[in-house]
């Protein structure tokens, strides 16, 4: 299975913040779309990082007024990315790997999207019904 299935799926919105945002801005942005991570662009779209809530959380305790700072003060910015095509099993592999809970995709350097580990886990989960299905109805049919 392809990223780019999962994408289908999960539906196009993106959420994104801009690096110049507070990290407020982005707090909210996290709360009110009930999401773990957003993916910092430029005004171009371009992707020049990522910010999640344990970010946010782990800066918390060292900065009193963190949350009037930018978000490029505190995102990640050696961004991991994936592409459309990649296998589901390979990214799954990747994000388990680099310890990483959300993976920005891009075609030809633009964002196209953003796939969680939880993402992955329900594609999967997805893929493995449908083939249970397949063999019980193989299985159904031979006996009959």
Known sequence: ??????????????IKILPNQTIREAAARLAEHNIGALVVVEPDNKPVGIISERDIVRHLVDKADLLSQPVSSIMTKDLITGLPDDDLKIVAGTMTEKRIRHLPILENEQLVGIVSIGDLVKAQRDQYEGEVDTLQNQLLSNEA
């Open 1 to 14: 299975m392809k990223i780019t299935r999962v994408l289908a799926a999960k539906g196009k919105e993106i």
